[in-house]
């Protein structure tokens, strides 16, 4: 049983630049999730897939978008890029619409200068 | 949205029981209550999880009263790797999308 892989490990963009974040999802799961963790606070978290379809989105704007493909993995598209995205961003999988426990990622690391 | 509250940092030596405590005063009727470890620069790794009184596994143990307005992980004899940040989510199972994620404990053991 594979874990939850996210690539790339690290990333560096302009300002204004467009970003692809991709995570595959841990064997068996059909939802994924995804984070946004700024230096010394909690994840803060994005939105959700489930089945290819989003369920669940949190305070971020339009900018940010995702898509699920038929094998449950996952992107994670941020456009218009802005300093303030710099952070690391958390890919979590989960069985059954992320019913009990989430599986995360090591992440990505991104950078805005 | 059930809010969380949990000490900043903690300290305590290897081969002692730390708790952390969390308080939940608002958990709604269906919520969970689930523990989160991360290491720096890894993503969070689930510990346990509860909904009232005791759970227990062969990592940690979570203590629930019956009013299920706070909530203690337990975890024994700690080792230098222990060494982590811990966060205390509450929510009904499914909703990731309205768990809400403080800046969790940061926990610190010394040898």
């Known amino acids: 049983e594979t874990g939850v892989t996210q690539s790339p490990t690290h990333l560096i963009k302009t300002r204004g630049q467009q970003v692809t974040l991709r995570c595959s999802s841990q064997s068996g799961h059909n939802t994924v999730s995804w984070y946004q963790q700024a230096l010394g606070q909690g994840p803060q978290f994005i939105f959700q897939y489930y089945r290819e379809e989003e369920n669940g989105r949190g305070n971020f704007p339009p900018r940010f978008s995702g898509l699920q493909f038929p094998n449950y993995s996952s992107e994670l598209n941020v456009n218009a890029l802005e300093l303030d995205d710099s952070a690391l961003y958390l890919c979590?999988?989960?069985?059954?619409?992320?019913?009990?426990?989430?599986?995360f990622g090591p992440g990505t690391r991104l950078t805005v200068t | 949205l059930a809010k969380t509250t949990q000490p900043i940092s903690m300290d305590s030596y290897e081969g002692q029981e730390v708790n952390i405590t969390c308080s939940h005063n608002n958990i709604a009727t269906n919520d969970y209550i689930t523990w989160y470890q991360q290491f720096p620069s890894q993503g969070p790794r689930f510990i346990i999880q509860g909904y009232k009184t005791k759970v227990t596994n062969e990592v940690a143990s979570l203590f629930i009263p019956a009013d299920r307005k706070s909530s203690t992980l337990s975890l024994p004899r700690v080792s230098l790797s222990d060494t982590a940040v811990y966060y205390c989510l509450v929510g009904e199972p499914g909703s990731n999308y309205q768990l809400i994620w403080g800046a969790g404990t940061k926990l610190i053991i010394k040898p």
């Open positions: 979590a999988s989960s069985g059954d619409r992320g019913l009990y426990e989430q599986y």
